[in-house]
């Protein structure tokens, strides 16, 4: 069999914690010099004991040529860090990844960019660094500005693309140049519909040339689409490795206990790290127990936060399938007569009356933000979980099955000349 294009044994990585020393004058260095015997000792007990912390843990995996792997993972599981161990931006603790091939990233928006050159000289700055010549660059060239679609922007300093612009110039370059394995991280998150489905089809075509890619995104719908198996970090460490849908599923059930309809969220796992905590909890509630309601209840989603002594003009919640399909979204800014204003500490209500579900489980993200700028200042995915049941929506007895839909709703028929009235079998 041939060898693993990627092969990452005990892959380790430690961070250490805490605030960098400030700078001081030189007579402070100098007493700091003395004092260093002293304080050695215990410095290095606490530091050893509370200022580190594991990005990974003990991450072994192969990739072989022309596969696509994805790594799934909440915020925080260590997803980026591993992605920059293989990029060779950073060093593992411990470990080794070996890498057969040009490796092409993408890990973030501006990664590999110089901020001051055109997008035409950025081309081959990355071309450059991946150890292509200029005649193999001049060759793809084109393709790469078709691709990004920035033809008349091409001769402007990429410090003044916008977020979309600049993503799509930095994903054709990675995927066009003659790079034999491909890193991607959140693609997705940026660009419209239609680049994104670019995006997926121009990774599936890499793959089909022999190339590999590794893929790591939230969107489970790419990810079944696109990967032929994954891996998921939970806290650093593999917990599960196998086929793709057993690895959505395996993610989706991540950190999962029982619905008791109130979710804390200072220290919620699914806030991106760029994200102010403002959102403190949200509860969901129904005219039953905890966080299970059915077809045609009426679903209360109750949202609190701490703005302290900023204002905030909208907030918003998603209502999305386990699988990641967003279902229904809902906000004050899509209701009249709702607050448009919400400071200090407080709390805010959405009733969705008649909620016309189908039954399953529903995952709830809640954002609050800002009107000038638009911008969401706080966001939390997957805050609260709840539950939908059938119960007698149709006032028939019968129900809907499993893939018939995501929303019930009732319907009248009639018999038109010539029809027979429907009779059900007992």
Known sequence: MPRPVIEATGLSKRYRLGRSAPYGRFSEALMGLARRPVTAMRRRRSVAAQDHIWALRDVSF????????????????????????????????????????????????????????????????????????????????????????????????????????????????????????????????????????????????????????????????????????????????????????GAVEHYLRLGEGPATGRAELAHHPGRPPEMKPVLTAVECAGPRDGAVIRCGDDLALRIFYDAGRERYDYAMAGINSLSGQRILTIGTHLSPGAPCVMSGVGAIECVIPDCRLAPGEYSVMVVIGTATPRRNVDQVDDAIRFEVEMGNYFETGAGLLPGQGVMVQRSRWRGLPQTQPCRMEE
């Not at 991280?185 to 239609?194: N, T």
């Not at 590794?214 to 032929?228: E, G, K, T, W, Y």
Request: proline share 1%.
């Open 62 to 245: 192969e990739v072989s040529q022309g596969a696509v792997a994805g790594i799934l993972g909440r915020n925080g599981a260590g997803k980026s860090t591993l992605l920059k161990i293989l990029s060779r931006i950073t060093e593992p603790t411990s470990g080794e990844a070996r890498l057969r091939g040009r490796v092409g990233s993408l890990l973030e928006v501006g990664t590999g960019f110089h901020q001051e050159l055109t997008g035409r000289e950025n081309i081959f700055l990355n071309g450059a660094i991946l150890g292509m010549t200029r005649r193999e660059i001049d060759a793809r060239f084109d393709a790469i500005v078709d691709f990004a679609e920035i033809e008349k922007f091409l001769d402007t300093a990429v410090k003044h693309y916008s977020s979309g612009m600049y993503m799509r110039l930095a994903f054709a370059v990675a995927a066009h140049l003659e790079a034999e394995i491909l890193l991607v991280d959140e693609v997705l998150a940026v660009g419209d519909a239609q680049f994104q489905k670019k995006c997926l089809g121009k990774m599936t075509s890499v793959a089909h040339e022999g190339r590999t890619v590794i893929f790591v995104s939230h969107n489970m719908a790419a990810m079944q689409q696109l990967c032929d198996w994954c891996l998921v970090l939970d806290g650093g460490s593999i917990s599960f490795m196998g086929p793709t849908a």
